[in-house]
């Protein structure tokens, strides 16, 4: 059953549709939270969630700033990137520009969003490089790829 007391607060997800915020997106709903997903239906996705239980906008997530800020949600998951390695080593420029065009568009929609209680900004262990051992979010970033040299852009 969903929690009743969650149905006016909006989460906005990027990235929706991938592997694991489809489980995110599914976790909100069931919760009773408002859910607003934003992806691009990209390779990896699973359109197959998108049933009329949250809302969904099928964009690049860099061309929505404004529509975040009219959105207003109480709390951001960007979640959104291109994300494979092999394919950002082959097209380093697209990776690094549109996901960190991304990446800028949602810091600057949070910073509009009167109702933001959250960003949560998800990076990946690839902006440390070789991990030899765990790492600490206080350990020098080292990233060896586009993707990760993109991802760490939102870290700093």
Do not use: W
Not at 73 to 78: C, N
């Amino acid at each position: 059953m969903k929690n009743q007391l969650n149905k006016n607060i909006k989460v906005l997800i990027t990235g929706n549709l991938g592997f694991i915020f489809s489980h995110v997106t599914e976790y909100f709903i069931e919760k009773g939270y408002e859910v607003i997903g934003i992806d691009n239906q990209s390779e990896g996705s699973h359109p197959e969630i998108i049933d009329g239980s949250f809302v969904y906008i099928n964009a690049n997530v860099e061309d929505c700033q404004k529509l975040i800020e009219e959105i207003n949600p109480s709390y951001i998951i960007h979640a959104a990137a291109i994300s494979d390695v092999d394919y950002s080593i082959k097209n380093p420029l697209e990776t690094i520009d549109k996901n960190t065009r991304a990446t800028l568009a949602i810091f600057e929609a949070a910073r509009n969003c009167s109702n933001l209680k959250k960003l949560l900004y998800v990076s990946t262990d690839e902006v440390y490089g070789e991990c030899e051992y765990p790492k600490k979010e206080t350990d020098i970033i080292f990233p060896k790829n586009p993707y990760a040299m993109s991802k760490a852009y939102g870290s700093l």
